[in-house]
């Protein structure tokens, strides 16, 4: 099983940037598409980018096109969301999984909190 940890999330002003992590133990995850996802309170979860295993395709939302850049270093078990030009509407708690069936235990989530 994966076990997933996302970090760097934090508070930023509107028009500032976050690179968020995802570390992956228990499992390589190179061989897998891997997704980052935010849930807002009260609201349902949804996605926000996602990279295939070898690292050639990336997909976004449409609100995140030319803001965040999705990226991974297999090598480090690990996953990135460079994060620009934040708006409030970004703020939510950002989760990483496999994408798109999601099939691992969700981690803890990282915060980020867009606000003046």
């Known amino acids: 099983q994966v076990q997933l940890v996302e970090s760097g999330g934090g508070l930023v002003q509107p028009g500032g940037s976050l690179r968020l992590s995802c570390a992956a133990s228990?499992?390589?995850?190179?061989?897998?598409?891997v997704g980052w996802f935010r849930q807002a309170p009260g609201k349902e979860r949804e996605f926000v980018a996602a990279i295939t295993w070898s690292g050639e395709n990336t997909y976004y939302a449409d609100s995140m096109w030319g803001r965040f850049t999705i990226s991974r270093d297999d090598a480090k078990n690990t996953v990135y969301l460079q994060m620009n030009s934040l708006k409030p509407e970004d703020t939510s708690v950002y989760y990483c999984?496999?994408?798109?069936?999601?099939?691992?235990?969700w981690g803890q989530g990282t915060p980020v909190t867009v606000s003046s």
């Open positions: 228990g499992r390589t995850f190179s061989s897998y598409d």
């Open positions: 999984n496999q994408w798109p069936s999601m099939i691992w235990a």
